[in-house]
């Protein structure tokens, strides 16, 4: 079982950045893909991006292409989302999501095994 844990989240002005964090419990982290996901109130979960186990490669939905990366590090069992450039439309609960198979990364909510509480970010106009 492992047991995810995002942090950073809060209230923006637009134009601005903020910088999510998920630990993850287990020693296994390294052989997970790791994404994020994002809910808007009423509306269902979409896929923001995703990295493969050792760094190799990243994914993101286009909606925030050029302005948030992901990224990892693996000795701290941690994965990131620095989000540059926030606008009203990316305020949503953000969750971070494991997946098994190391370099699987797809932008469904149903492929992934492990899921975090999630982390409220808003952004004002």
């Known amino acids: 079982q492992v047991q995810l844990v995002e942090s950073g989240g809060g209230l923006v002005q637009a134009g601005g950045s903020l910088r999510l964090s998920c630990a993850a419990s287990?020693?296994?982290?390294?052989?997970?893909?790791m994404a994020w996901f994002r809910q808007a109130p009423g509306k269902e979960r979409k896929f923001v991006a995703a990295i493969t186990w050792n760094s190799d490669s990243t994914y993101y939905a286009d909606s925030v292409k050029g302005r948030f990366t992901i990224s990892r590090d693996n000795a701290k069992n941690t994965v990131y989302l620095q989000m540059n450039s926030l606008k009203p439309e990316d305020t949503a609960v953000y969750y971070c999501?494991?997946?098994?198979?190391?370099?699987?990364?797809?932008?469904?909510?149903?492929?992934?095994?492990?899921w975090g509480q999630g982390t409220q970010v808003t952004v004002s106009s």
């Open positions: 287990s020693r296994t982290f390294n052989r997970y893909a």
């Open positions: 999501a494991a997946q098994r198979i190391g370099d699987y990364t797809p932008p469904y909510a149903n492929e992934y095994d492990y």
